[in-house]
């Protein structure tokens, strides 16, 4: 069972055809194909095109940011940095490309991830029992944030220079908390520009780049943030 909370809790068939209308023609009947098969296949098919990425952006472009998962090289590259943290929490998992790598290079860390679109956030679940999964915005799940350890990190996902701009400074007050807390903690974010992710308010809070992802589409650069860093 997965950890969710309640709240958020031969002959091919082309060939086939073709002999049936042929019997028809005759006065035979056409062979009789499952259609209960194809009823049953139908909804995992939709259920699988409604999480794509692309589906998501469609629908709510400003908030999704991409139609293209992170590619597995940048993937690697922002949970590289989450290394020697014992408290992992992802932003915006999405369909679980940079959640994969967190689960399979940090088996001794917990992890929790914040996805704000069920249907991904069911599917994380599923497919990671281990992770600690909520649903909602970031913004909505501050106590989620606070309730890290003082040595955790975040790794973000999320299209700040797309998001509505609520959206994004309630975001980023909610991470500048996380950060404040403990100065130990981190931000890991990546972005296509050569600009910072997004500017701080808190000038105790400031960004390093670490690592430009050549190999991904379009090349991204790998951030991180805190205190401490200046």
């Known amino acids: 069972m997965t950890r969710m909370d309640e709240e958020s809790t031969g002959r091919?068939?082309?060939?086939?055809?073709?002999?049936?209308?042929?019997?028809?023609?005759?006065?035979?009947?056409?062979?009789?194909?499952?259609?209960?098969?194809?009823?049953?296949?139908?909804p995992a098919v939709l259920d699988a095109l409604a999480g794509s990425m692309l589906v998501q952006f469609v629908r709510e472009p400003a908030l999704v940011g991409g139609v293209v998962p992170s590619s597995n090289v940048l993937a690697r590259a922002?949970?590289?940095?989450?290394?020697?943290?014992?408290?992992?929490?992802?932003?915006g998992a999405g369909t679980g490309a940079v959640t994969r790598c967190l689960v399979a290079e940090h088996a001794e860390a917990v992890l929790t991830v914040i996805e704000r679109e069920p249907l991904l956030a069911r599917r994380i679940a599923t497919s990671f029992?281990?992770?600690?999964?909520?649903?909602?915005?970031?913004?909505?799940?501050?106590?989620?944030?606070?309730?890290?350890?003082?040595?955790?990190v975040a790794v973000s996902s999320l299209p700040f220079r797309s998001l509505p701009g609520n959206v994004a400074a309630t975001t980023i007050a909610a991470i500048e908390r996380f950060l404040l807390d403990h100065p130990e903690r981190r931000l890991v974010q990546y972005s296509?520009?050569?600009?910072?992710?997004?500017?701080?308010?808190?000038?105790?809070?400031?960004?390093?780049?670490?690592?430009?992802?050549?190999?991904?589409?379009?090349?991204?650069?790998?951030?991180?943030?805190?205190?401490?860093?200046?």
């Open 12 to 42: 091919d068939r082309q060939g086939g055809m073709a002999l049936g209308l042929q019997g028809m023609s005759k006065g035979y009947a056409a062979p009789a194909w499952p259609r209960a098969s194809h009823r049953a296949r139908a």
């Open 78 to 91: 922002m949970s590289r940095q989450a290394r020697g943290y014992p408290a992992v929490i992802e932003l």
């Open 129 to 152: 029992p281990r992770a600690r999964v909520r649903i909602g915005c970031v913004h909505e799940r501050v106590d989620d944030l606070l309730a890290q350890p003082a040595r955790a």
């Open 192 to 230: 296509y520009g050569l600009r910072a992710p997004f500017a701080f308010r808190d000038a105790r809070l400031a960004w390093r780049r670490v690592e430009r992802v050549w190999r991904n589409v379009p090349p991204a650069i790998v951030w991180v943030a805190g205190s401490r860093l200046l």
